[in-house]
């Protein structure tokens, strides 16, 4: 399947920690896409990085591919309360499909 | 801009009535797709338009969806006759570009109950 799969599930850390979530998939790839979802809201599209990039960064995101291990990573940077949220990646071949997704529960 | 359009934001109705679902994309958008996230499956996506046209329905779960694009500013997602099982939120998004490279742009969906 083409669907990307996020590890883990679930993760908690304390505010000012640094936040790391993990997606791997099957097929080969034109682009992956991390997104955010806060509760009952739609998914916010964070970082697009192309199957010829190796990392990208946007503000404290920092986002990596490796394309032989099909497998990328996100990481937020000086955690806030306000990233509590689920987070996607989504892999685009012929069409876009997302993974289940990570919820992450920032700590006070 | 507004952003993406989704109507109503609930609904619940009774199984067998028909339900639809209405989108009004990004204007400039050229890209409308329709996914359905539920806690067991996930996001799925049903059926992606470029430039109106349906280009990818192999998401649509059974005959009793449909989904049309008349014009380039509204979209619609129908299932008639609705059973419980289709009791999820129902996400329509639009991209700039035709295509998958483009990032996806989300309304708030609509929270569809079947009883």
Sequence with gaps: SQQGEEDPQALSIQEGENATMNCSYKTSINNL????????????????????EREKHSGRLRVTLDTSKKSSSLLITASRAADTASYF??????????GKGTRLHILP | DAGVIQSPRHEVTEMGQEVTLRCKPISGHNSLFWYR???????????????????????MPEDRFSAKMPNAS???????????????????ASSLAAGINSPLHFG?????TVT
């Design chain 2, 74 to 92: 509204f979209s619609t997602l129908k299932i008639q006759p609705s059973e419980p099982r289709d009791s999820a939120v129902y996400f329509c």
């Design chain 2, 37 to 59: 996230q539920t806690m067991m499956r996930g996001l799925e996506l049903l059926i992606y338009f470029n430039n109106n046209v349906p280009i990818d329905d192999s998401g």
């Design chain 1, 33 to 52: 896409q991390w997104y955010r979802q806060n509760s009952g809201r739609g998914l916010v599209h964070l970082i697009l990085i192309r199957s010829n």
């Design chain 2, 108 to 112: 708030n969906g609509t929270r569809l």
């Design chain 1, 89 to 98: 990646c989504a892999t685009a071949q012929d069409k876009i499909i997302f």
